[in-house]
């Protein structure tokens, strides 16, 4: 079984992710590193040389040649615009969205090109989350609300939900 986990940047989908893969014994891919990782270079780098539409071929093309094991998988933000990916990334998992308030994201987000944030000329964060909120939604099997919950709650709910399933 592996469990994938979706939502916008800084909802929580990397420490989640590898806190949930410690306590489940599983292996973690981050697919931001993956990309950095084959390309040797940063993602606001990608995304300068590319642009935005590069940027999301890359992301899905890669997100969608993952075939691991008993693994969590945390694609970027920008997953759901790829529908290909998306939808092995479906074939091959259990897809966990975690749901983040516009508000909690905009306090942890930072500063959106230094991560490396997809977001097209002319949007605001708010038009980026709003777009997206609805697709993450369609993507879904399990949505994880994360209102007045710390992540370390989140890892808790989503370890007794996986631990339930085996």
């Known amino acids: 079984m592996n469990i994938t986990m979706i939502g916008m940047p800084s909802s929580g989908k990397s420490t989640v992710g590898v806190l949930l893969a410690k306590r489940l014994g599983m292996r973690f891919v981050d697919v931001d590193l993956v990309i950095q990782e084959q390309t040797g270079k940063l993602l606001k ?3 300068a040389e590319c642009g935005n539409e590069g940027f999301l071929k890359i992301e899905g093309d890669t997100a969608a040649s993952l075939n691991p094991e ?5 694609p970027g933000g920008s997953i759901c615009y790829e ?11 259990r897809i966990v969205y975690l749901k983040i308030s516009y508000e909690e994201m905009e306090t942890r987000i ?4 230094d991560r ?15 777009e997206r909120e609805k697709l993450y939604a369609k993507y ?3 949505t994880v609300d994360e209102q007045d919950k710390t992540l370390g709650m989140v890892v808790d709910e989503l370890q007794k939900m996986f631990e339930s399933m085996r």
């Open 45 to 47: 780098e990608i995304i």
């Open 70 to 74: 008993n693994a969590i998988i945390a």
């Open 83 to 93: 529908d290909w990916a998306m939808e092995h990334l479906h074939s091959i998992s």
């Open 110 to 113: 930072g500063n959106v090109k």
């Open 116 to 130: 490396g944030v997809a977001i097209p000329d002319g949007y605001t964060l708010k038009d980026l989350y709003d």
């Open 140 to 142: 879904a099997d399990i």
